[in-house]
């Protein structure tokens, strides 16, 4: 389905007297969560980039901020509050019924920033902390692994009230836990190769299952850079299983590239669109409705969240809502 433009979490045009540089309020992706009480109100995890140091200034300048939308899950969002201050990133956003908490992963720790835009390397590790309420107060992250790009699922059914979580990462390693603060093991390794420029690179897994038990992965694909040195147009991977430790698929073409279809006619070809994290509908179909990305205009410094409607469900949802 077209997407709106405007939509989204778009504010690369911020200054302000105390900003490094002129990237503005530059995000990468972000994932929508409906209020579980407001049902005219989604909220928006996401990462940004402190004092207009922008995607190139990741780390250590990202953050993560809850943004608020009250025109439906594509927005347009606006901020709200921080949440996780420097250096957070990657951040994925679940509730967890065995616990009655959302649950919020992130890679990253505490530090004190530069006073200019610089990037750094350090060691990535994937944390987790909780709150009652997608609000906070958020717990203090605690260290699981080592590693990168979670991307959690509560385990929890109504036929099976466990506090296990499933945890997905880079390569599409998947761990496992018997709740969300005791010791993840690993548990699946992809039996290709994942390493750089192969034809199966992956990163950023967005992992689910789907009304009748089924596992899929949806991620970024560099099958393009691998190939041809670009970040451009394919980039949508989708694996899937029928079991979490079973046999997976990774059907070599993409799911969806750089091309956005606008509701206006027009149509946007990104330089980079990453980061995927669907919105699933809550009526126990676990239907796909939303795609949010990470995204970058060519000649442009600056990065936004982008959301686009999944088909007719998209409609049927947001008409449900009165929208």
């Known amino acids: 389905m077209p997407a709106t433009r405007w939509t989204g979490y778009n504010y690369t045009n911020v200054t302000l007297p105390t900003y490094y540089s002129t990237k503005g309020n530059s995000s990468w992706g972000g994932q929508i969560i409906h209020d579980r009480q407001d049902k005219t109100l989604f909220h928006l995890i996401i990462s940004q980039f402190a004092y207009g140091c922008g995607l190139s200034g990741w780390r250590p300048f990202s953050t993560v901020i809850r943004a608020e939308s009250r025109t439906g899950p594509a927005g347009p969002y606006h901020y709200a509050q921080d949440l996780l201050g420097p250096f957070r990133h990657n951040p994925t956003t679940i509730w967890s019924p065995a616990d009655e908490k959302y649950l919020l992963y992130t890679i990253g720790i505490e530090t004190q920033l530069p006073t200019t835009c610089k990037s750094f390397k350090w060691a990535n590790n994937i944390s987790v902390s909780s709150a009652p309420d997608v609000r906070g107060p958020w717990s203090t992250p605690q260290i699981l692994i080592n590693g990168t790009n979670p991307t959690p699922w509560a ?16 390569d599409n390693m998947i761990y496992a836990a018997d709740d969300f603060s005791s010791p993840y093991s690993l548990i699946k390794t992809m039996p290709w190769n994942t390493s750089d420029y192969s034809d199966h690179w992956t990163e950023d897994p967005f992992l689910w299952r789907d009304k009748r038990g089924n596992w899929h992965i949806l991620c970024h694909w560099m099958i393009d850079i691998a190939e041809r040195g670009e970040k451009y147009p394919r980039v949508g991977g989708h694996l899937f299983s029928r079991n979490l430790t079973g046999d997976w698929t990774f059907k070599l073409q993409a799911a969806y590239n750089t091309t956005v279809q606008f ?4 149509r946007t070809d990104y330089y980079r669109r990453e980061r995927p994290k669907l919105f699933l509908s809550d009526d126990g ?23 686009q409607p999944i088909g007719k469900g998209a409609e049927t949802f947001e008409r449900r809502l009165g929208l």
Do not use: K, R
């Open 263 to 266: 509701t206006d006619g027009g």
């Open 155 to 170: 385990m929890w059914t109504p036929d099976d009230p466990t506090s296990e979580i499933a945890l997905g990462a880079e």
């Open 285 to 307: 179909q676990l239907t796909p409705l939303f795609l949010t990305n990470g995204v970058q205009e060519f000649n442009s410094s600056g990065s936004y969240t982008l959301i």
